[in-house]
């Protein structure tokens, strides 16, 4: 498991990371606020198109080969960036990061639940999440400080040497990927026939409406910073404040589960997370930016490991990985449409209303979790 948590923190922190670079890149090359969207929604293309299949390919093929994929485009990409500093570029930079982040996380959670007993399982996608977080932390500030003190460009070469752990794990130690789930039954498969299960249906397509949200916190926190005047090193302080308290959230969240239901737990961690992105947008000192972004991570960051852990819980023998790829497709749907909705209302209206938009989502999630 800790070998599992240490390619997600790598490949997750280049993920992350990328979005802050590129987002601050754009704007720096003249970028408004609508293709600063476009780029957002380029990095859900990939995983649009290749979810189900990435999730087919793990449950057939193991682990290693989608694993092996996905960190050598995610390191593609980040050379792409450093080589090719422009506009265009950029746009290569979020397809690139989008196709290696679908085979990565695809895998890394599908190796996840074949870890270890069935009780232990909840556990360990716990420790997953707190791989996330982790990622979440070193992925935003690293890239703040590393634009402030080298440049956009050399963000992306610094970036590219994360890579170079998980390829190393993967030649050396390939033993770590060969957990295997159990195996399907034989014949067509189709992901209109695993939409048919309601509990599955409802869980896609709460985990769409959630991780959107989240994705656009990352995105457009660089905008709505931007244009109030904080640097690059302040607004990786601001989303690494965001990253620890979806940290604390997650070595919380066992203790909760044995007070409440996954269903309660969600309502109110939703609700208290819509509330601090309808304030956020008011604020302007980056104290209380600060403390809102820890107020939305704490609610937000229960969402994901609840996420994962029933999701795999509900999946057909030997289609973990499908189930995965379903679901992750639901989260690309919500991230291309979202980005592309959100930056045509910033470049409009500016950016409260995006901000109100994300805090409507998160309480339609609440209300659907207690319903």
Known sequence: MPLIIFFS??????????KVVLSLFALELGANQFTVGVLAALYALMPLALGIYSGRLADTRGMRLPLAIGAACTG????TGFLWQSLLGLVAVSILVGAGFVFFNVSIQNLTGAYGEAEQRARNFAWLSIGYSVSAFIGPMF??????????????LFFAGFTLIPLGILAFKPAFARMTAKHAEEGKRSALELLGIQPLRRLIFISGLCVASAELFAFYVPVFAHSIGLSASTIGIILGAYAAAVFVS??????LLRKYRSEQIMFASMLVAALAFAVF???RNVYPLMLAAFVIGVG???AQPVLMAVSYEKSPPGRTGEVTGL?????NVARVAIPLLSGAIGAAVGAAPVFWLNALNLAFVSYLSRK
């Open 327 to 331: 679901r992750l497709t639901a989260n």
């Open 143 to 156: 890239a703040g400080f590393s634009i402030d003190h080298a440049g956009h460009g050399l963000a992306f």
């Open 9 to 18: 923190i790598a490949i997750h922190s280049c993920y992350l990371g990328s």
């Open 76 to 79: 593609l990409a980040m050379l």
């Open 250 to 255: 997650r070595f919380m969240l066992p203790g």
């Open 300 to 302: 937000t960051g229960v």
């Open 281 to 283: 947008p008011l604020l």
